[in-house]
């Protein structure tokens, strides 16, 4: 059984930072693409980024420049900085990944989300 295990979520001011993990575990061969979404109440859930096993990123437009992510292969685990924080950017943040459970069969898990909340 694979688990993913979203930490690092609060509530913080406008302009300031928070940084999100999600660590793995389980019946792991490898992780391929990691993926954090976000949803807010009554919105469907979007994506903020991506990020390949190799490293490679990509982000959705309003968080370019804000948001970084990052990946620890060693330890499983997809981390999600936010800086310059808008209250806009309140929501549920979920990871998303595809989890190798041997060399060819993955499967695709998310986590069960932490809150961010940001005051104005």
């Known amino acids: 059984q694979v688990q993913l295990v979203e930490s690092g979520g609060g509530l913080v001011q406008a302009g300031g930072s928070l940084r999100l993990s999600c660590s793995a575990s389980g ?4 992780i ?6 976000r949803q807010s109440p009554g919105n469907q859930r979007d994506m903020v980024g991506i990020i390949t096993s190799e490293g490679g990123t990509a982000y959705a437009d309003s968080m370019k420049g804000r948001f970084t ?4 292969n060693a330890k499983n685990t997809v981390y999600l900085q936010m800086n310059s924080l808008k209250p ?10 595809d989890i190798y459970t041997s060399p060819t069969l993955y499967y ?6 932490t ?6």
Do not use: H, L, P
């Open 27 to 30: 019946n792991i061969f490898r």
């Open 108 to 113: 695709n898990f998310w986590g069960q989300g």
């Open 115 to 120: 809150q961010v909340t940001v005051s104005s």
């Open 32 to 37: 391929g693409t990691m993926n954090w979404y």
């Open 69 to 72: 992510i990052s990946r620890d």
């Open 88 to 97: 806009e950017d309140t929501a549920v943040y979920y990871c998303n990944a």
